[in-house]
């Protein structure tokens, strides 16, 4: 398996630059030394760590030092919930699950509607707040463990974040937060406010268990400015500095970009009925040569081609069965409409299982709430 | 009574340049109009509006129009935590309570404990929550009624607030806020946010009884820029404007300034012995002359006297008396001694039943809490 890791097509990257994205935010590459240490206490491997889907992080060795040595630990990640959940959203869920289930962890889960409300002038704050609640049945759907997964809905969970929201707040000034976010003028104050709020939930666990909780957050590498202030300040407040893990983005149905709500046409919704997702995917723009006849001569190219994105990123566990369907694309072997037929099934089949499940959900819903689990952290003195 | 308003004493302005002030804020000063038709909405006079101490206002007569229509109306006050409360801080509760009193209102209570650890370094959270409640105690000593009166503590009842905070908060820009407030680059963020808190409160009565409510806030003017942002946005947010009565600070018993914890052998606290505040008193700072021969040749100056003050602003409610006290000083036939004493006296008296009723206080303490009483507002559709 490691062999296919330095060799095998997915190493190489397709359609973001994510080395010039490590240079820019400064993070870690994810070398074997950590993926080995993180398998090795998992006591299996994963795709998403051996295809380099996760592929950067800070702090991961001290984190999994922490977890061997016996601290206590958690994860910690998020949504903002502006609208229905894609397979964009959902894969570093699957690796976080895995996570869970792997390393016995609870799970902090911070859905933000006050910032999609603050942020979409579209949104009013009652529809937020109920993406959060339908953005929260797609975690039950994944079988999140209810007594290991805590949602936070902040509009409704405030309380758990505020008093060391404030304590986070007072250490940075708004020159921080302009030049770590790109605030202006007309920022609203809610969004000068918000980061706080999602620093905090990086703090939460220790205060809820009253001892010193290593956190891990697996999340986009977008989201790296709000834990790089967490880390800054986080001894001066008394925490352990949390580590990340950040995972590739889904590349969308469509000829570039992420998976985005922006292009509904290529995103494939958790909600999308099965044979919609199926022919989202039937329609896809592949790595594929204009005719039969050049993609016979030529062969495609997978390493540009959203369908074989999704199935190194999601939907082929089996790594020689990977490689076997990459090297038959590019010898032209293997042609876009089948290849994107057996996604469409793999799809189909995934929604119908999927949806199956989050119907279920709606009643087990209050068991994930950190209200229905956690007393609001007290006040004490330091 | 009137004619008192007009020519008495108490007319003078002393220590503060209050005209200015008004200049500066932009309110508009009391008129004979609106108290008249305070009293004769409460059923009688109050000495803090006949002797001009609540001196101005913003809306005042579309508050009273809209209590005498029948429409729903609450009163709003707070305090900032970081101390122990002074008499300075209890002469707009007096008001307010009588308020409440007169015309049957519920008060709502804010206690900022966020606000005053986010301001102080000195300050660590769990103090300025410690004071919270301390200074509840003093709202309870005034025999404030338990079940109209819901004290609000920012850091606990953040969940009150932050649902109606982050619509207040997204009408808001960072612009605007430094304009209003002076911040800087390097003021915290928490303290960029706070405004919006502040605000909240007064939209939410209308959230909680679930009918649009009119609320009147006495206070001192200097948390006027505050309300003068809630009413800007109120209507776009759909709360009615609030209003607001502005108090004249009581003064120090030093040379000059306002009654303040940064100069605490001028001030009397609530919790200061009684013969520690009848010796505050004593020692007092008059507007008499250097010798008692020359005090009886010239006379003192009552307008710029701290004890003098004193009565006319809280220990002297009749007006007959109070007006005979300055004629005396003035003529100098009432010596600064006497005068002191006097007053010494009435203190002392104050601050022993005061503490008899606060210290009974705090069995009664749950009662006054807002959490004990309303519910969590609830997001709606608009």
New interface residues.
């Given amino acids: 398996m490691e062999e296919s890791v330095q060799v095998g097509p997915w190493a190489a990257e397709a359609f973001v630059d994510y080395e010039k994205l490590l240079k820019v935010f400064g993070a870690k590459p994810l070398t074997d030394s950590e993926v080995h240490k993180l398998e090795r206490l998992a006591g299996e491997s994963h795709l998403m760590l051996r295809r380099r889907v996760f592929y950067s992080h800070r702090d991961l060795d001290m984190f999994l030092n922490m977890y061997e040595a016996g601290y206590r630990c958690a994860l910690y990640t998020g949504r903002g919930p502006s609208g229905s959940t894609h397979l964009g959203h959902i894969l570093p869920w699957v690796f976080t699950k895995w996570l869970q289930d792997r390393l016995g962890l609870e799970l902090f889960f911070q859905m933000t509607d006050?910032e999609k409300?603050?942020h979409e002038e579209r949104l009013?704050?009652?529809?937020s707040?109920s993406f959060a609640y339908e953005n929260s049945l797609d975690l039950i759907a994944l079988e999140f463990e209810p007594r290991k997964t805590h949602i936070i809905i902040?509009?409704?969970d405030?309380?758990y974040l505020?008093?060391v929201?404030?304590?986070v707040?007072?250490?940075?000034?708004?020159?921080?937060?302009?030049a770590t976010f790109g605030?202006?003028?007309?920022?609203?104050?809610?969004?000068?406010?918000y980061?706080?709020l999602q620093i905090a939930v990086s703090y939460l666990p220790t205060e809820l268990y009253g001892e010193e909780t290593y956190v891990l957050i697996p999340a986009g590498i977008d989201q790296d400015p709000y834990w790089r202030i967490a880390r800054d300040i986080a001894q001066s407040l008394g925490y352990p500095k949390p580590s990340q893990i950040h995972n590739k983005l889904l590349p969308g149905l469509g000829p570039e970009g992420k998976m985005s709500s922006s292009k509904p046409e290529t995103a494939v919704y958790t909600t999308d009925p099965p044979e919609i997702g199926a022919q989202k995917v039937m329609r896809a723009f592949t790595g594929g040569q204009p005719t039969v006849e050049l993609q016979r001569k030529l062969g495609g190219n997978p390493d540009r081609c959203s369908v074989f994105k999704m199935y190194e990123m999601l939907f082929e566990e089996d790594d020689s069965k990977l490689s076997e369907r990459y090297w038959n694309c590019r010898t032209g072997s293997l042609l876009c409409g089948d290849c994107k037929a057996e996604l469409a099934s793999r799809v189909q089949k995934f929604l119908r299982e999927f949806q199956e499940r989050r119907d279920r959900g709606r009643d087990k819903l209050h068991q994930y709430l950190i209200r229905s689990k956690f007393s609001?952290p007290k006040?004490?003195?330091?």
């Avoid at 009013?124 to 529809?127: A, R, T």
């Fill in positions: 006050d409300f603050l009013d704050l009652p529809e707040n902040d509009t409704e405030i309380g505020y008093p929201a404030v304590k707040a007072k250490k940075i000034t708004y020159s921080t937060q302009k605030f202006t003028d007309s920022t609203n104050v809610g969004l000068v406010f980061p706080v609001e006040l004490k003195h330091r």
